[in-house]
């Protein structure tokens, strides 16, 4: 056995509350090295010894994740244990705190204390798997008025980074329709308070609605509005950073260290100004523009926080974006979630990062964070073709091993964003490729999110080409827009789509093929649905194995094709740890998805 592999620390990334008296266990191990995983457990004040079962719920290309949820009577509390690991050739070990052992330990056992209140991993029920719909403002519709403030360009002109089209609340408000017929269940709007610039990241007032937006009240109108039809509104909060001409910042700039407000940015030398190089302050990026504040100040960190429950009370929003979140101090987003949680317990808190998250998410923080690691496995997988079809399932098992199970749920999936390029313009126009990526996106773990115009087949490089305006109407691709909503339309039918457990079931590549399944149990039943993916421009004969016995219906079929499952014959993708019991062979054409369920669950 490599002992160097197996891993568990005691610690809240390994054992965890999801109530006061339920416990999620986890350990990793060597990739297919152990037949079987079992926690030996105890209170230590009557040493009943009880033993569970562990599930192999992730597999990447050099580990196996086990985990298993133990149910206690009273508050879990004083739980020692270890662990019984089987190898394949059913030979047994022991790992307590000591390290690995061939007998039973006899010291050195972990143990869980106490589970507080504030331990337990919670999240509004709403966030988990909603469907998001990200918009730029300045660019998804025109509503009509405009303030005269700024020189407008026709709609649909080249984006740069300074111009302006046009697009307001006004505009987006009138197209609710259009996202309540998407499916749409959670607006993520970036920046509308006061700002410098298009994007609006340079914020100057942190209470006002941008002029060029709107104003105050119809903001609060345009949130009734999308509440009155089931869509939630997150906002884009930039905490990290503000614009030069925000009033404390031009405080500084006129006073210099006489300002009172000298500590809330980073000033690394006096006199003070804004230069297009060798700032004398710290900014965001290379941007002298938008001077960093110095979120580890007390003042500024409960101004922060004044913003926030602003906006969530007085206006209803349902939570924020938190942009750059993982630069900003970490006590500021403690203190948000212990003030904001106990007076909004429904707001959900997302951080931006571009990496792993989940320093930021060990329910002190945040609910889940911009999940640009499942961007970039899409991206080089089925945009890019630079990764294999066993890479892709590597890749995408790190992301379920490494957050919480119920952190998955939660985390916002997106292809593409406003600071990226299109996935369309990644994978070279085709049109195919990316209905791929989108049912992949729909139907994999977590809340899939929708930049504005993907769905109807906007194209762009990065900033700013790839914030062009939305386009509507005759130059919609209608196509693609009733995909769009075929998808969006499963994945809120389907119970197991939106709250299953996730388990990679095939990965081929020879043939390019992929396939997984969502596994939803209640109440003694499952519920179960297979997505198997041709990322080839070749036709394919795939040998799909399911979990039972019966007929199967394609639901992205028009036709609703029907397979009958045979018998299990031959070796499968990750057999040893999953239950099959027969296989389903599906003829599938270039570039193309199916999603299969059992007849009678659908």
């Not at 060798?278 to 913003?307: F, S």
Request: charged fraction near 25%; include cysteine.
């Amino acid at each position: 056995m490599k002992k160097e592999a197996v891993y568990h620390n005691g610690t809240e990334e390994f054992v965890y509350p999801i109530s006061r008296n339920q416990l999620i266990f986890r350990i990793r191990t060597a990739r297919k090295e152990i037949a079987k995983c079992q926690i030996i457990y105890w209170n230590r004040d009557d040493n009943k010894i009880k033993k569970q079962d562990m599930e192999c719920f992730a597999r990447d290309e050099l580990f196996d994740h086990f985990q298993c949820r133990i149910d206690f009577t009273r508050v879990a509390r004083y739980q020692r244990y270890y662990f019984i690991l089987e190898e394949t050739n059913g030979e047994e070990w022991y790992f307590s705190a000591y390290g690995v052992s061939q007998t039973p330990p006899d010291s050195g056992f972990f143990e869980y204390l106490y589970a507080n209140g504030n331990d337990v991993v919670t999240a509004p029920d709403w966030a988990k798997g909603v469907v998001y719909y990200q918009i730029f403002p300045e660019r998804f519709c025109d509503g009509g008025r405009k303030e005269k403030t700024v020189d407008f360009e026709s709609w649909g002109s080249r984006p740069t980074r300074e111009n302006y089209m046009g697009g307001n609340l006004e505009g987006i408000r009138t197209k609710i329709p259009y996202l309540k017929e998407l499916g749409v269940e959670c607006l993520y709007l970036n920046p509308v308070f006061a700002g410098d610039f298009n994007h609006k990241y340079a914020t100057t007032d942190y209470f006002r609605i941008d002029p060029l937006f709107g104003t105050n009240e119809e903001f609060r109108e345009f949130v009734r509005q999308c509440h009155e039809q089931n869509i939630r509104v997150v906002l884009d909060g930039v905490f990290n950073h503000t614009g030069v001409h925000f009033p404390y910042f031009q405080d500084i700039l006129e006073k210099q260290e006489e300002s009172a407000y000298k500590n809330w940015f980073l000033i690394e030398k006096y006199p003070a100004a804004v230069t297009d190089a060798d700032a004398a302050y710290e900014c965001v990026g290379a941007y002298p523009y938008m001077p960093k504040l110095n979120t580890a100040d007390v003042e500024v960190r409960e101004y922060i926080i004044k913003i926030m429950d602003h906006w969530l009370g007085e206006y209803q929003i349902d939570g924020w974006r938190l942009d750059v979140a993982d630069e900003v101090d970490s006590t500021v987003w403690e203190m948000a979630r212990l003030v904001l949680k106990e007076k909004y317990p429904a707001c959900i808190l997302i951080g931006e990062t571009w990496g792993y998250g989940g320093r930021m998410l060990r329910g002190d923080q945040l609910d889940s964070v911009m999940n640009y690691l499942f961007r970039d496995a899409v991206w080089d997988y089925f945009g890019k073709k630079s990764i294999s079809a066993e890479t892709f399932d590597s890749r995408i098992n790190k992301i379920v091993a490494g957050y919480k199970s119920e952190t998955c749920h939660l985390l916002y999936n997106l292809i593409d964003s406003h600071d990226t390029e299109r996935f369309l313009y990644i994978c070279g126009g085709s049109l195919e490729i990316l209905k791929l990526a989108a049912a992949f996106q729909m139907f994999f773990i977590g809340s899939p999110a929708v930049y504005y115009g993907d769905e109807v087949g906007i194209t762009g490089r990065n900033d700013p080409d790839c914030r062009k305006c939305m386009i509507w109407d005759e130059q919609a691709d209608q196509k693609l827009l009733q995909w769009y909503k075929k998808l969006i339309f499963l994945r809120k039918t389907h119970v197991c789509i939106r709250k299953g457990r996730y388990r990679t079931i095939l990965a081929d590549d020879q043939n390019d093929t992929f396939a997984f399944c969502r596994i939803y149990e209640e109440k003694g039943s499952a519920k179960v649905i297979y997505m198997i993916f041709n990322n080839n421009s070749e036709h394919n004969k795939v040998l799909c194995p399911v979990l039972d016995q019966g007929e199967y219906i394609d639901l992205l079929s028009d036709t609703g094709a029907v397979y009958t499952a045979g018998s299990l014959e031959g070796r499968f993708y990750n057999q040893d740890i999953t239950a099959y019991q027969a296989a389903v062979t599906v003829e599938m054409q270039p570039y193309a998805v199916k999603a299969i369920m059992k007849k009678e669950e659908t």
